[in-house]
């Protein structure tokens, strides 16, 4: 069952990632300026979802050895 729940956290991560990658890429068409806030939000955001991503993966490969580096960084995110 914890297996499963990291593998949807990891996917769910990804998808945020790439959300936030698009959103990017396309700003010019819909016609969002960068010095909008909405891309702080968006950044940080993205920055959140990337630690994130690179913390559940750590954590997946170090099993429970982990869970103190894990819990310190979603802490730190």
Do not use: H, P
Not at 4 to 25: A, D, K, N, P, T
Not at 50 to 65: D, F, K, N, T
Request: charged fraction near 10%; aromatic fraction near 16%.
């Amino acid at each position: 069952m914890i297996k499963e729940l990291v593998l949807l956290e990891r996917s769910v991560r990804v998808m945020q990632c790439g959300l936030v990658f698009f959103l990017f890429l396309v700003s010019f068409y819909f016609g969002v300026a960068w010095q909008n806030y909405l891309f702080g939000i968006a950044m940080g955001f993205g920055v959140f979802a990337s630690i994130e991503l690179v913390a559940v993966a750590v954590r997946a490969q170090l099993g429970a050895v982990g869970d103190g580096v894990w819990s310190q960084v979603n802490s730190t995110a």
